[in-house]
C-alpha cells in the first residue's frame, strides 16, 4: 500500500518523504536517499514527519525523535502548496501512528488475515523502513540516486575554507539506552597522535557526538570537545557543515557529511560494500582488521570479500559467536591516513596501482555475488560506490602475504587468553 502511495506521487512529481526519525542513524540515511532522490529526479517534497514511534527499543528513556530542527529548516524552503500537503500529511500521519499504537494493526491481521508489520504499517512516504521500497526504482536508477551529490546547507559561504576537523569516534556507551552495532565502534584515543599532527598544521579540531561518549583526556586552545553540550546534535550538524573535512569512524555519524557536501576520513570500517557511504575517491577510508578464530590469523581484504558473512556485514552474528576478532586501526595508521588525505589533490588524482588491484577485487566479488544470484538492497551500490584507501595499507592487507603472517603471529602471541576464551 505504502508504495502504491509513494509511486502516485511520483507520477505527480512529488517525492512522499516520512523521515526515520526514530533512529539517528536511520533519520541520516533516509533524509539523504530522499534529498538524492529529489535532486536527480527534480521532484518536489512532501514531508510526513512522524512525532511518534511504533518502537519500544529504548531501555532508558522513552521516546527519542531526530532531526525536528533540520526538517522544519528545510520546510521553510518549500514552496506553499508543498507547505501544505506536509502539514496535511504529517497530521494525518502522526493520527496514523497513534491509532496503530492502539492495536490497529492486530485489528487489520484479525480481519484481512494478513500479517501488517505495526513498525512499517502507519509511516506513509518513502523512509527505508522496508526493503520494498527499492522497488520503487530500477537499478540504474538507484546507481545514478547513489552518485547524486547534494548539499543541505546551501549556503556558499560554507565552501570557504574554516580550517576545522569535525571528529567523532563513536564508542559503545550509547548501549545503555539501545543496542548499536558494536562492530563500528572505535577508541578516540588512538586519534590523539592524528589531532596533535592536524593542530600543528593550522587546523581547529572539533570533537562532536552526544553526551554518553567516553570522557577524553585531551588539552588544546585549537580543540573543543562539544559531545558535553546539552545541544549536542545541533553542534555536530554546525560543525561538519562548517568543516573542511570530516574524521572519524564510519558508522551512522560517517553519513551526516554526505549531506553537507563534505569530504571524510573513515577509520575502523567495516562496511565493504557501500565502503563507509561514499560515492567519491576525495573520500579516504581504512578497514578494522578481522582475526579469523578459526584459521587463527588475520584476513587479507580478499579473503573478506569472497566470505559472504563478512561481505554482506553480518559482523555482530559472528563476534557473538567468537568465531571472529575486530581489531581497531593503530595510531599510526590513522595519522598514516590522515597525511594521505591531506596530500590528496583532485585536478591531479590518479588511481595508484594497488588502488587498480582493489577495484579489480571488489569487481571480481561483486560478479560473483550476482552469479549467487544474492538479493541485497545495497548490492547495485557496490560498483558506484568509491573510496580512496592509502597504498601503504593495501601493501599489507590487500593479499595474504608473509608480513600479514607476521602480524597474525604476533596478534595471537599477545592475545592468546581473548583468542582462546
Given at each position: 500500500?505504502?508504495?502504491?502511495?509513494i509511486?502516485?506521487?511520483?507520477?505527480?512529481g512529488?517525492?512522499?518523504?516520512?523521515?526515520?526519525?526514530?533512529?539517528?542513524?536511520?533519520?541520516?540515511?533516509?533524509?539523504?536517499?530522499?534529498?538524492?532522490?529529489?535532486?536527480?529526479?527534480?521532484?518536489?517534497?512532501?514531508?510526513?514527519?512522524?512525532?511518534?514511534s511504533?518502537?519500544?527499543?529504548?531501555?532508558?528513556?522513552?521516546?527519542?525523535?531526530?532531526?525536528?530542527?533540520?526538517?522544519?529548516?528545510?520546510?521553510?524552503?518549500?514552496?506553499?502548496?508543498?507547505?501544505?500537503?506536509?502539514?496535511?500529511?504529517?497530521i494525518?500521519?502522526?493520527?496514523?501512528?497513534?491509532i496503530?499504537?492502539?492495536?490497529?494493526?492486530?485489528?487489520?491481521?484479525?480481519?484481512?488475515?494478513?500479517?501488517?508489520?505495526?513498525?512499517?504499517?502507519?509511516?506513509?512516504?518513502?523512509?527505508?523502513?522496508?526493503?520494498?521500497?527499492?522497488?520503487?526504482?530500477?537499478?540504474?536508477?538507484?546507481?545514478?540516486?547513489?552518485?547524486?551529490?547534494?548539499?543541505?546547507?546551501?549556503?556558499?559561504?560554507?565552501?570557504?575554507?574554516?580550517?576545522?576537523?569535525?571528529?567523532?569516534?563513536?564508542?559503545?556507551n550509547?548501549?545503555?539506552?539501545?543496542?548499536?552495532s558494536?562492530?563500528?565502534?572505535?577508541?578516540?584515543?588512538?586519534?590523539?597522535?592524528?589531532?596533535?599532527?592536524?593542530?600543528?598544521?593550522?587546523?581547529?579540531?572539533?570533537?562532536?557526538?552526544?553526551?554518553?561518549?567516553?570522557?577524553?583526556?585531551?588539552?588544546?586552545?585549537?580543540?573543543?570537545?562539544?559531545?558535553k553540550?546539552?545541544?549536542?546534535?545541533?553542534?555536530?550538524?554546525?560543525?561538519?557543515?562548517?568543516?573542511?573535512?570530516?574524521l572519524?569512524?564510519?558508522?551512522?555519524?560517517?553519513?551526516?557529511?554526505?549531506?553537507?557536501?563534505?569530504?571524510?576520513?573513515?577509520?575502523?570500517?567495516?562496511?565493504?560494500?557501500?565502503?563507509?557511504?561514499?560515492?567519491?575517491?576525495?573520500n579516504?577510508?581504512?578497514?578494522?582488521?578481522?582475526?579469523?578464530?578459526?584459521?587463527?590469523?588475520?584476513?587479507?581484504?580478499?579473503?573478506?570479500?569472497?566470505?559472504?558473512?563478512?561481505?554482506?556485514?553480518?559482523?555482530?552474528?559472528?563476534?557473538?559467536k567468537?568465531?571472529?576478532?575486530?581489531?581497531?586501526?593503530?595510531?599510526?595508521?590513522?595519522l598514516?591516513?590522515?597525511?594521505s588525505?591531506?596530500?590528496y589533490?583532485?585536478?591531479?588524482?590518479?588511481?595508484?596501482?594497488?588502488?587498480?588491484?582493489?577495484?579489480?577485487?571488489?569487481?571480481?566479488?561483486?560478479k560473483?555475488?550476482?552469479?549467487?544470484?544474492?538479493?541485497?538492497?545495497?548490492?547495485?551500490?557496490?560498483?558506484?560506490?568509491?573510496?580512496?584507501?592509502?597504498?601503504?595499507?593495501?601493501?599489507?592487507?590487500?593479499?595474504?602475504n608473509k608480513?600479514?603472517?607476521?602480524?597474525?603471529?604476533?596478534?595471537?602471541?599477545?592475545?592468546?587468553?581473548?583468542?582462546?576464551?
Amino acid at each position: 500500500m505504502n508504495n502504491l502511495l509513494i509511486r502516485y506521487f511520483l507520477k505527480k512529481g512529488y517525492l512522499l518523504f516520512c523521515p526515520k526519525s526514530h533512529n539517528f542513524g536511520g533519520f541520516h540515511e533516509s533524509l539523504l536517499w530522499a534529498l538524492k532522490i529529489k535532486k536527480n529526479k527534480q521532484l518536489k517534497l512532501i514531508i510526513n514527519f512522524p512525532f511518534f514511534s511504533a518502537y519500544n527499543h529504548y531501555r532508558k528513556i522513552s521516546t527519542k525523535n531526530f532531526g525536528k530542527k533540520i526538517i522544519f529548516n528545510y520546510y521553510k524552503e518549500l514552496s506553499f502548496k508543498e507547505k501544505i500537503l506536509s502539514i496535511i500529511f504529517t497530521i494525518f500521519g502522526n493520527f496514523f501512528i497513534l491509532i496503530s499504537k492502539f492495536k490497529i494493526a492486530e485489528l487489520i491481521n484479525l480481519f484481512l488475515k494478513k500479517k501488517v508489520n505495526k513498525h512499517h504499517f502507519p509511516f506513509l512516504g518513502f523512509g527505508l523502513r522496508d526493503f520494498q521500497e527499492k522497488e520503487l526504482f530500477s537499478e540504474n536508477e538507484i546507481k545514478n540516486f547513489w552518485n547524486t551529490e547534494i548539499d543541505l546547507s546551501n549556503n556558499n559561504k560554507n565552501k570557504i575554507e574554516n580550517r576545522i576537523v569535525s571528529l567523532c569516534v563513536k564508542d559503545d556507551n550509547y548501549s545503555k539506552y539501545k543496542d548499536i552495532s558494536k562492530f563500528a565502534l572505535g577508541n578516540v584515543n588512538n586519534f590523539k597522535t592524528s589531532i596533535n599532527y592536524l593542530i600543528e598544521k593550522g587546523y581547529n579540531i572539533h570533537r562532536v557526538g552526544d553526551n554518553t561518549m567516553n570522557n577524553f583526556e585531551y588539552s588544546h586552545d585549537n580543540f573543543y570537545d562539544l559531545t558535553k553540550q546539552k545541544n549536542h546534535f545541533s553542534q555536530m550538524h554546525d560543525s561538519i557543515k562548517t568543516s573542511d573535512f570530516y574524521l572519524g569512524t564510519s558508522s551512522s555519524h560517517g553519513v551526516i557529511p554526505n549531506l553537507y557536501n563534505k569530504r571524510k576520513l573513515v577509520t575502523n570500517n567495516i562496511d565493504f560494500i557501500q565502503s563507509g557511504v561514499s560515492e567519491s575517491y576525495k573520500n579516504f577510508g581504512i578497514f578494522k582488521k578481522i582475526f579469523d578464530v578459526n584459521k587463527n590469523k588475520i584476513l587479507s581484504l580478499e579473503e573478506v570479500f569472497f566470505n559472504e558473512n563478512l561481505f554482506f556485514i553480518n559482523v555482530d552474528t559472528l563476534l557473538k559467536k567468537k568465531e571472529i576478532i575486530l581489531i581497531e586501526n593503530s595510531p599510526n595508521e590513522i595519522l598514516y591516513s590522515v597525511k594521505s588525505f591531506l596530500n590528496y589533490h583532485e585536478k591531479n588524482f590518479k588511481i595508484s596501482n594497488q588502488m587498480s588491484r582493489y577495484e579489480d577485487l571488489r569487481n571480481q566479488a561483486i560478479k560473483y555475488y550476482k552469479k549467487k544470484n544474492i538479493k541485497n538492497f545495497y548490492l547495485s551500490l557496490y560498483e558506484s560506490s568509491k573510496i580512496s584507501i592509502p597504498d601503504n595499507y593495501l601493501d599489507l592487507y590487500l593479499f595474504d602475504n608473509k608480513n600479514l603472517n607476521d602480524l597474525s603471529t604476533e596478534f595471537v602471541s599477545l592475545n592468546k587468553k581473548m583468542i582462546s576464551s
